[in-house]
């Protein structure tokens, strides 16, 4: 019985240690992380469907950096409201291989047009002719991708 407590409480011992000392952060991180996405995700949620308008931030119709702008700004991610070509130029890049993972931002037709990814088939975005909506990958977007950005979020 003495050896099992002896067992437990150094177990707690460590795990103090780790957590104090910043080891077990990036686990943390990792978590509020994956939550504060699955946030955003519901926040684009509740926004499809609103009309498209130039210049237009919320809550009833957006165009494309605005309809980024309010979804973080809904998330308590300060960012400036600014172009899509401007956004692409003001944020750090994506590794190739996490381009398509959700959050990465996508930029299209020559930096005129912004979205945000959900995963390797679809992204959420304000359109003129359909307002905003989840589009998937399909030929038609591929082809006009221009590259892929993240928004610091630490």
Not at 48 to 54: E, Q, S
Not at 83 to 97: E, F, G, I
Request: proline fraction near 4%.
């Amino acid at each position: 019985m003495m050896r099992r407590v002896s067992i437990i409480f150094s177990a707690l011992l460590i795990w103090g240690f780790l957590f104090t000392s910043g080891i077990a952060e990036p686990l943390q991180n990792a978590y509020q992380s994956n939550s504060m996405w699955d946030t955003i995700q519901r926040t684009f949620e509740k926004y499809l469907g609103k009309p498209y308008v130039w210049g237009a931030v919320g809550l009833k119709s957006f165009d494309c950096s605005g309809f980024i702008w309010r979804i973080m700004a809904d998330n308590g991610i300060i960012m400036k409201r600014t172009t899509a070509r401007k956004l692409y130029m003001s944020l750090p890049r994506v590794p190739q291989d996490s381009s398509y993972d959700f959050g990465s931002l996508v930029f299209f037709d020559n930096l005129k047009h912004v979205g945000m990814v959900k995963d390797q088939k679809s992204f959420y975005h304000a359109q003129v002719s359909k307002g905003t909506n989840l589009s998937s990958f399909d030929p038609y977007w591929r082809r006009k991708i221009c590259g892929f950005r993240r928004i610091p979020t630490q």
